[in-house]
């Protein structure tokens, strides 16, 4: 028997309108920045050597910029438009850094709709305390069902 996914999928897209909002929110931890560094292979002593990052500009380690762009792919994936969406591009600007222990919300806001290709583009964003540390663009593919 063929099994029915409508149960979890996301957002449809003709209920998407201009101004939702979703958001999610993780404390970043010193196991994220190593499985990431594991992942991805960045190993760049910024993340990974505190004496080394004691020594820059961040004054300690921060985590990994794209670490902290899979954030937003989070709320995209789980929350707005959910699951079943397709990444399509994503612009980002970082504005601050992220550390082991700051708790990062992560937000995305529908700020357009294209019916014609069923892409939904989303002002994407991540605070840390107030400040953000993270803005950009996201265009979704939402497929029929």
């Known amino acids: ?3 029915d996914f409508n149960a979890i999928m996301g957002y449809r897209f003709e209920d998407l309108h201009v101004g939702m909002t979703a958001e999610t929110s993780r404390t970043v931890t010193d ?3 190593l499985m990431f560094a ?3 292979g960045d190993m760049n ?3 990974m050597d505190d004496e080394f990052a004691s020594q820059t500009m961040f004054k300690g380690r921060i985590a990994h910029g794209f670490l902290t762009v899979s954030f937003v792919s989070s709320v995209l994936g789980t929350k707005m438009p959910g699951p079943g969406a397709v990444y399509v591009s994503q ?3 970082f504005l601050a850094p992220v550390h082991s222990g700051d708790t990062v919300v992560s ?3 529908v700020i357009g709709l294209l019916p014609e290709k069923r892409r939904v583009t989303l002002d994407t964003r991540c605070i840390v305390r107030d400040k953000v540390v993270l803005e950009g ?4 593919f939402i ?3």
């Open 137 to 140: 663009e996201a265009v979704v």
């Open 38 to 40: 594991g992942v991805s």
């Open 45 to 47: 002593p910024v993340h």
């Open 107 to 109: 937000r995305a806001t």
């Open 31 to 33: 196991a994220d920045i």
């Open 1 to 3: 028997m063929a099994r």
């Open 143 to 145: 497929p029929p069902r």
């Open 91 to 93: 612009t980002v600007r």
